[in-house]
């Protein structure tokens, strides 16, 4: 069976303070992304990675992954309230022409608190 | 580049009424997707298109439902006598090559009384 876990589910952290959110996968896969969603709003794009050992930095939010752990990760360095919103992480299970087919994550909910 | 727009954005419908949503992906992506979420989970791939050929459906996918992108550029996507469970956020995404960023619409949210 397909599974991409992400954890925490839950995440309450103070402004300031660095965490990490973990995204495992159980399938072979050559590209994953981060999405952040607000509540109520659609899904936007933070990062694509398409190869192992990718690392993307776009201000406090730095994206890596390792496919032969099949793992990825999210970092949050000194983190602000705007952050504040769920994110998922995909595994693209297609290959070649057929790229597109995203398993997600059930989400991360992130709370920065003051 | 106005982004992937969907509508209508809220639609509440009858138990056992047909409902059909719009998708206009970004001028010029030759990739489309249709993806569904429900409350609380992550979206769940339903289908894409390449240009006008449907490549690949989920077996969420049931009869009940039907894609068509008849020309290449906007995309429909209907719901036959829809039930409850119907009830989601149904979201378009589009991409211009393979592998390249997915952009994805604000969601139309379907609400089945």
């Known amino acids: 069976e397909l599974k991409v876990e992400q954890n925490p589910l839950f995440l309450s952290m103070q402004e300031g303070k660095n965490y990490t959110i973990y995204c495992n996968y159980s399938t072979t896969s050559d590209r994953l992304y981060w999405y952040r969603q607000d509540p109520g709003k659609s899904l936007e794009s933070l990062f694509v990675l398409l190869s192992n050992g990718a690392v993307k930095q776009e201000g406090r939010l730095m994206a890596s992954l390792d496919t032969k752990a099949r793992l990825s990760t999210l970092h949050i360095t000194a983190a602000v309230h705007d952050l504040s919103a769920t994110y998922f992480c995909?595994?693209?299970?297609?290959?070649?022409?057929?790229?597109?087919?995203?398993?997600f994550g059930k989400g991360t909910k992130l709370s920065v608190k003051p | 580049d106005t982004g992937v727009s969907q509508d209508p954005r809220h639609k509440i419908t009858k138990r056992g009424q047909n409902v059909t949503f719009r998708c206009d992906p970004i001028s010029e992506h030759n990739r489309l997707y249709w993806y569904r979420q429900t409350l609380g989970q992550g979206p769940e791939f339903l289908t894409y298109f390449q240009n006008e050929a449907q490549l690949e459906k989920s077996r969420l996918l049931s009869d009940r439902f039907s894609a068509e992108r008849p020309k290449g550029s906007f995309s429909t996507l209907e719901i036959q006598r829809t039930e409850q469970g119907d009830s989601a956020m149904y979201l378009c995404a589009s991409s211009q090559t393979p592998g390249n960023t997915i952009y994805f619409g604000e969601g139309s949210w379907l609400t089945v009384v």
């Open positions: 995909a595994v693209d299970i297609g290959y070649g022409g057929s790229q597109g087919n995203l398993i």
